[in-house]
């Protein structure tokens, strides 16, 4: 079965970091594209990163130079690198697997809570 | 980027009607859409991809059709538990969007 189980989120001041990290299981991550999806409360959501089958990434503008996607083979786990958070950066955050490698999202996780604020 | 639109913004249908979301893109996204479910408290789940293909596990009540810029979801016989805000994704090209949703309440 195919789970993906998101953590890491929780408060931190504007201009910190923070990491978040997607264990999977059910199927390789390296196999997958791998993408974060962010929603703020009470509004839509927002593509944030992928990162390809062969290790490319890529970033919208409104993250591209501060968030940086990664993944750990040997963990099967997802990560986002967040560096130089800003308010509007609150939001929930899922990973979501494509595997289709069309850019839709099959499976998601349950999603983590990131809050910037002082 | 392109621009995904979605309308209405939200709409109040009696059991068993039928519901017609509509997701127009800023450009030709050919077919190249994705149609999402998400309940509150819940992540998205994917129910259309390709603009037409029903993901595996969703009712057949739930369809999409359109190519080009102008793209439908429709459910054919609204139930209780499709209570949701429904989203359109454009996945022609990066950055990957999202249209602004549309939330479906019984009434």
């Known amino acids: 079965e195919v789970q993906l189980v998101e953590s890491g989120g929780g408060l931190i001041q504007p201009g910190g970091s923070l990491r978040l990290s997607c264990a999977a299981s059910?199927?390789?991550?390296?196999?997958?594209?791998m993408n974060w999806v962010r929603q703020a409360p009470g509004k839509g959501l927002e593509w944030v990163s992928v990162?390809?089958?062969?290790?490319?990434?890529y970033y919208p503008d409104s993250v591209k130079g501060r968030f940086t996607i990664s993944r750990d083979t040997s963990k099967n786990t997802l990560y986002l690198q967040m560096n130089s958070l800003r308010a509007e950066d609150t939001a929930m955050y899922y990973c979501?697997?494509?595997?289709?490698?069309?850019?839709?999202?099959?499976?998601w996780g349950q999603g983590t809570l990131v809050t910037v604020s002082s | 980027d392109i621009q995904m639109t979605q309308s209405p913004s939200s709409l109040s249908a009696s059991v068993g009607d039928r519901v017609t979301i509509t997701c127009r893109a800023s450009q030709s996204i050919y077919s190249n859409l994705n149609w999402y479910q998400q309940k509150p408290g819940k992540a998205p789940k994917l129910l259309i991809y390709?603009?037409?293909s029903l993901q595996s596990g969703v009712p057949s009540r739930f369809s999409g059709s359109g190519s080009g810029t102008d793209f439908t979801l429709t459910i054919r016989s609204l139930q209780p538990e499709d209570c949701a805000t429904y989203y359109c994704q454009q996945s022609y090209s990066t950055p990957l969007t999202f249209g602004g949703g549309t939330k479906v309440e019984i009434k």
């Open positions: 979501a697997r494509d595997s289709s490698s069309y850019y839709n999202f099959d499976y």
């Open positions: 990162i390809y089958s062969g290790g490319n990434t």
């Open positions: 390709a603009a037409s």
């Open positions: 059910g199927f390789t991550v390296s196999s997958s594209y």
